[in-house]
């Protein structure tokens, strides 16, 4: 379930609500600005980061909706006063969850949902279902690509199908900056999805798993396919590194979600990170 899904329930479920977002920052604080939490009279959706920032988030929301209390802005030095060491300062807004508030916002989490990368997986074999169940509450827009409708019984909510009989194809709908994981049940069609991303330059990461038998063949496969060495720099393979030898479906998929994460983060820092097809 995205994350605009999941406050739409709640706010749904639960009636007299606040949403509580961080309006500004200053210094280190365990939130950034944009960050929102939902209270009600007995539950929470969301969170600004825990710990005594947000229990007194919390309180000053209930207070809000049993009337005790009038602000709506509180500006918390996070320090020795309220029992935290980080140092900055947070301004919280707070909003009673009437229906013009609640579109507004859940408008602004909808629009900053569909700008998060785009990460396609290429098979729903056991790593394909792993990584999209692993990737499922990550900030990303996560779709399976698959020819078999067999495969993909259940996935998590969130996580898009896209069958297809020719998944090379679908490389060309990645939006830019996404990301190519490619992990099908034949090689030969993987080397054709890999040699596709590898066109592509605007893709912020193209990862194809497999052995140093398996990458040697298909580096011999992609010259002769006209790919440069520039091309073949792209590459990550194998997905997740070799720093952990455990092969297990979920082991893998957790390694190559934090790789995801790593270079997904260095892109929007402005650092172009490059695949290795050699390591």
Same mark, same amino acid.
């Given at each position: ?30 939130? $950034? ?11 929470? %959706? ?18 809000? !909706? ?9 500006? #918390? ?7 935290? %060491? %980080? ?9 009673? &969850? ?10 602004? *989490? ?20 792993? !990584? &999209? ?10 779709? #399976? ?9 259940? *996935? ?14 679908? #490389?060309?709908? #990645? ?13 030969? *069609?993987?080397?054709?999805? &890999? ?7 605007? !893709? %912020? ?21 006209? *790919?440069? $060495? ?24 957790? !390694?190559?979600?934090? $790789? ?16 290795? &097809?050699?390591?």
């Amino acid at each position: 379930m995205d994350e605009t899904e999941k406050y739409r329930r709640f706010i749904a479920e639960h009636g007299r609500s606040v949403i509580v977002t961080v309006a500004a920052i200053k210094g280190s604080t365990p939130r $950034e600005a944009g960050a929102a939490i939902v209270v009600s009279d007995d539950a929470t %959706c969301g969170t600004i980061g825990g710990g005594q920032l947000e229990f007194l988030a919390i309180d000053h929301a209930r207070a809000l !909706l049993g009337g005790r209390v009038t602000e709506t802005r509180l500006d #918390i030095a996070l320090g020795p006063e309220i029992g935290q %060491c %980080c140092g900055g300062r947070t301004e919280l807004a707070f909003e009673t &969850a009437d229906r013009q508030t609640v579109q507004a916002f859940l408008a602004r *989490l909808a629009a900053e949902s569909a700008r998060e990368p785009h990460v396609f997986i290429f098979g729903g074999g056991h790593v394909g279902s792993a !990584l &999209a169940t692993a990737l499922a509450p990550l900030p990303f827009n996560t779709a #399976i690509v698959e020819t078999r409708p067999e495969m993909v019984e259940a *996935l998590p909510d969130g996580v898009e199908l896209r069958l297809s009989p020719m998944p090379e194809a679908e #490389i060309a709908n #990645i939006p830019a900056g996404g990301a190519a994981v490619i992990l099908t049940h034949d090689h030969a *069609l993987d080397f054709l999805i &890999a040699t596709e991303a590898l066109k592509r330059d605007d !893709l %912020c990461y193209r990862g194809m798993i497999g052995s140093k038998t398996k990458r040697a063949t298909y580096r011999r496969y992609a010259r002769e396919q006209g *790919l440069s $060495e520039a091309a073949l720099s792209r590459l990550t393979m194998p997905i997740g590194g070799m720093a952990v030898s455990d092969k297990r479906p979920a082991v893998i998929a957790a !390694l190559v979600a934090t $790789e995801l994460i790593v270079v997904m983060s260095a892109a929007k820092a402005g650092i172009v990170p490059t695949g290795d &097809a050699t390591r």
